[in-house]
């Protein structure tokens, strides 16, 4: 009786092992209580999207436009979420990455276009972040700049390099919630919400600023990094075991774990252009140009704890967002050149894809000390990834309608159409707009 109690003991383990097998222990159930520690790296993706180029962007737009561009978060919400899935469920059901999919069904001249985009874009998005990180700690603490560029640097490529995958995505999950720092500045500043509610219909002004402030906040919330590394992380979690079979209740969970990190960034995104359009906008500041000077605009105005709040916000955004943006030119060039690859593995086992790791972060640090200007930086890299965006995107819908598994459903597929000919329409306009005058 006793081994017939331990044998249906044991079957019972093994059929709660066989089930942890098939789903993702850190989504596996989409209710209950300590859903955080059970959220994927959708969510880390999305908190990501909130990095302070992305900071200084909407800064900036809420400066200059108040609340009349505020409308683009609700459109900003589906596509980003469409573009998201697609790029997870590329990696999720395939096992390959991204550019690995990308050299699989198109030629090299295709492939080598579509990194060069990733990596070009980064590198130059790593050194607009680190120096932003910079000025907005000297704004809590006034440590010399160049001694903060070079240890956000050297420890961030610390952590990515020598923690282990397990512990790194903890710490990255954990990161994310500095981004919600930005929705408690709305209950800091004085909002007029009856504004707020008309700057939610959509409008536009047909002007080159207004045009690039377009490019811009897409470039910034749909991202080219953002699909590389989501599609990376998914196999990443393939290789860590905590995937079995990918079936409809694994979609599913993955999709729930996408929009929830894609909602958590638009509304940051939401909530730093309306506390920027409310303040800085609504007192004549609208030359702020970077993250760090929206945070010591805001102090006259709203107080040294609204100021300080911000650039917190901003260190913490992008002690997440450099990894991502590092991790994505590494993974996009291992899987171009068929290195071995992953953060999961070991320095010794993956010495290219950390050297592509380590190269990104080397050369944005450079980007520092060369005389590019940091004022316009946050901005030029938020607009090159909108120009970089619109190619890649048409490739991840070719490659979803390329085999069975990879399909995406059909509301997916017509969004990530309405993202590209959106994204599309804006840069061709704002690249001949530039050229013109």
Known sequence: MQHERVTSRSEGSGRRRSRNRRHHPARGRLRGFGYFRRLGPGFVTGAADDDPAGIGTYSQVGAAFRFDLVWTALVSLPLASAVQETAARLGLTS???????????????????????????????????LGSMAEAFRLLIPVPFAVLVVGFAGAILLLEVFVSYDRYSLILRWLALSIFAYVLELFVVEVNWSQVAAGLIPSFQPTLASVEALVAIFGTTISPYLFVWQAGEEVEERKAGRIGRVGAAQIRAMRVDVVSGMSAGVLVMFAIMVSSGATLGAHGSRDVQTAAEAARALEPIAGRFASALFAAGIVGTGLLAIPTLAGSAAYALAETFGWREGLGRKLKEAPGFYG??????????????????????????????GLAAPPLIL???????????????????????????????????????????
């Open 395 to 437: 490739l991840m819908l070719i490659l979803s309608r390329s085999r069975a598994e990879l399909r995406t459903g059909r509301l997916s597929d017509g969004l990530m159409l309405i993202a590209l000919l959106v994204m599309s329409a804006s840069a061709a306009v704002y690249l001949i707009g530039s050229l013109v005058g």
């Open 356 to 385: 592509v790791l380590a190269a990104a972060i080397a050369i944005g640090l450079g980007l520092n000390f060369v005389g590019i200007d940091p004022i316009r930086a946050l901005y030029v890299s938020a607009i090159l990834n």
């Open 95 to 129: 096992g390959r990455g991204l550019m690995s999919l990308i050299k699989v069904h198109f030629a090299r001249p295709v492939l080598w276009f579509a990194a060069a985009l990733v990596v070009g874009a980064n590198v130059f998005n790593i050194g607009a972040d």
